[in-house]
């Protein structure tokens, strides 16, 4: 992986074609921008999570950079649960928007996951298995998006459990609601943790209204996680969309999601290779 001789690195949040708080946040960690440039003086690299497209208005200003970071060795960066739909919609001959279209080829050359010697980058989850099941695989042979579209097959299942987290079915009478008073029927589980015998209030990523803790989950419907422990690397997610108020920082996990469409705050995380993890070097810009 180009990244390994340094590792110094800032990692970026979801930014879904919020291009101007990209800059923000960007300027904000030291970088001067250029011409499709960022540049650090002390030569820092930017890695990216996933999830450069859709819901903000400059997309393809979004892509047109990253691409261009990406190429120069400057960042690298992981696909996120959207742009791995643009390639399956492009894989089917279904209809990917016009100005998406020149940037698929790049997408296709980037990785569902990174692991360097100090962290790894994920879009949703970092599921060994899946993980174990998916490396090799590339993005940019037909027949495996295929596969990952079939109905059951294990790379679809894995694609969606690594790219949109692990989810639970959430009984009908608890009548649970997301933050934005929308009732829920699935939530998508801390998937890093050992969630047996926890109430529901403590299991789901982005909390659900109301707190409910004289039930939760049976332990068959938490199957699917593998516990991520303190002993393993830093891993660096986004896609959750974390209100303002939920940490972003859980012993080894962090997800750089704090939703810029809805609250408008890019985050970001300047990892410095072998240190620990700290709440303290997360860096935020509106
Ligand atoms: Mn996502």
Redesign the pocket.
Known sequence: MILSQTEKIDIIG?VHGHYQQLIRLTEKMGYSVGRKKLHHPENRKLGFVG?FINRGPQSVEVLTLVKSLCESGDAIAVL???EFRLIQNSVEGKKVPAEFEPFVPWLRSLPLFIELNTLRIV??VWHFSSIELLDGKSVEEDAFIQETIVKKSPYKKAVSRILSGIKINIPEDLKLMDRFGIKRSKARLKWWMDLREKPYADCFLSPMKPDIFNRGPAIDELSDLELYNEKDKPVFT??YCLPPNIPKVSGNVVCLDGCVTCDKTLWGYRHQGKDKISASNLIEAN
């Open positions: 979801d999830d996120g649960n959207h879009h949703a986004g896609h």
